[in-house]
């Protein structure tokens, strides 16, 4: 069974930034895709980037030129470094990893944005 576990989240001011890490149980590398997603409350879940094996990336309009999404593979972690956050940006976050019979969710890390 894969296991993705966040970590990160927390409480920040417009402007602040944080980082998310997801630690996957094996090889990221035997994923074809990873990514993070958002869903704030009352709306669906969206996507918000994505990585594939061979390193392209891929961001929402919303978060391009603010966020950056980048891998640590000795730690079989993805990461997502957020800058400039704004309020908008306030969801609970998850971790998605593809393999070809399945995709795998992590159990969310919430991020606030708030003065």
């Known amino acids: 069974q894969v296991q993705l576990v966040e970590s990160g989240g927390g409480l920040v001011q417009p402007g602040g930034s944080l980082r998310l890490s997801c630690a996957a149980s094996?090889?990221?590398?035997?994923?074809?895709?990873m990514g993070w997603y958002r869903q704030a409350p009352g709306k669906q879940r969206e996507l918000v980037a994505t990585?594939?094996?061979?390193?392209?990336?891929n961001y929402a309009d919303s978060v391009k030129g603010r966020f950056t999404i980048s891998r640590d593979i000795a730690k079989n972690t993805v990461l997502l470094q957020m800058n400039n956050l704004k309020p908008e940006d306030t969801a609970n976050y998850y971790c998605?990893?593809?393999?070809?019979?399945?995709?795998?969710w992590g159990q969310g890390s919430q991020v606030t944005v708030s003065s």
């Open positions: 998605k990893a593809d393999d070809p019979w399945n995709n795998y």
């Open positions: 094996r090889s990221i590398f035997s994923f074809s895709v």
């Open positions: 990585i594939t094996t061979g390193g392209s990336t």
